[in-house]
């Protein structure tokens, strides 16, 4: 147990960014606890994931999870996941698709209804037709984007909606990145990109897209150039610079934008809620979501004597305005429960 305890707090100090929001007391707390864990050899790798997983609570990094085969471990995690009572996502159920457009007659007029169950990488064939069918929602007399159950992926096509439904490329100068770029950190990347390019693709006897297998390649290329040391302890601040309002267009779409989420709506999913409220007549509909949105470009630590694998991020993507969402998620505008929000929003006379 000790040696894993050891990687762990190596990863911790020179890999993820965790540290540059939190004071310094609290994380020298959570380093000091780690540093104290001890059980006997004989102990199960499951008590021992347990242990670390509530010591790790204390991080406020919705995306981080300590699992062992599968399985995610801690109490307080369990504690805190709450169960959708809003419906299930109209491309959800016994489907492999990742979205679908649909039309509804209102006493208004025709609803569209844009349903994404998550977000595969933009080069994905799924997404084939995507584009277009948003620009079929133009002339919609309200549009409803079913966001519940969507835990992520890419946040390529969530903006690429965005900036058609707006009429204009989306503009990102409300968010600062805060990248930990060490070898150590692009280690643990790889890793997550070698994992999904394995069950994704290769061992379907599938090519993996150009684009994941490139991204991983420049990784490696980064990891290699950093062996040595990175500077300024590989913290890396992204400022998105502003548009100028010479670039402000009219509205592409004019009318309502209903966003549906719940619970489990996490990560990318809640991005893509986030963007769209960047449109002036969006409203979020239905329960708080899951609260994965500082925190990005997963890393997995694997720790070889109990077969533990810990999830650590190497981005926060902090709000200029303040706002933070991490493990609280994001509060609706139009809190439903218990029923069906799609149901509920069609049933409004929408306007």
Request: with cysteine; aromatic share 8%; net charge negative.
């Amino acid at each position: 147990m000790a040696s894993d305890v050891g990687l762990l707090i190596q990863a911790l100090e020179y890999a993820y960014p965790a540290k540059w929001i939190m004071s310094s007391d609290s994380w020298a707390d959570v380093l000091q606890k780690i540093k104290a864990v001890h059980f006997e050899e004989n102990v199960s790798n499951e008590v021992f994931g347990s242990a670390l997983a509530d010591i790790l609570w204390q991080i406020p990094d919705g995306h981080l999870a300590v699992k062992l085969d599968g399985k995610v471990l801690g109490e307080f995690l369990h504690i805190q996941t709450k169960m959708p009572s809003t419906g299930h996502n109209l491309v959800s159920s016994g489907s492999n698709l990742a979205w679908n457009v649909e039309q509804r007659k209102s006493a208004t007029g025709v609803v569209s209804i844009v349903a994404i169950s998550h977000f595969p990488p933009s080069s994905d064939p799924q997404w084939f037709g995507f584009s277009e069918a948003i620009r079929g929602t133009l002339d919609s007399s309200a549009v409803i984007v079913d966001l519940r159950g969507n835990v992520g992926g890419d946040d390529a096509k969530g903006i690429e909606m965005v900036s058609i439904l707006l009429g204009r490329e989306l503009e990102m100068d409300w968010v600062q990145e805060v990248v930990c770029e060490t070898a150590e950190s692009l280690a643990l990347q790889i890793n997550t990109y070698e994992l999904i390019i394995w069950n994704r693709y290769t061992s379907k006897n599938i090519t993996p897209p150009a684009e994941l297998t490139d991204h991983l390649d420049s990784l490696k290329g980064k990891a290699n150039a950093l062996a040595l040391g990175a500077k300024d302890g590989g913290k890396v601040v992204v400022d998105h610079a502003p548009r100028s309002a010479t670039s402000e267009t009219t509205l592409a779409f004019k009318n309502k934008i209903f966003v549906l989420v719940d619970p489990v709506t996490a990560s990318s999913g809640e991005w893509a809620a986030l963007y769209l409220k960047r449109h002036p007549n969006a409203v979020i509909v239905g329960e708080n979501t899951r609260g994965m949105i500082h925190f990005g470009n997963s890393g997995l630590l694997y720790l070889p004597h109990s077969g533990l694998c810990i999830t650590l991020c190497m981005k926060i993507n902090d709000l200029t305005d303040g706002r933070f969402f991490e493990r609280t998620g994001i509060v609706p505008d139009m809190r439903i429960a218990n029923r069906d929000s799609l149901e509920y929003v069609l049933s409004l006379g929408i306007e």
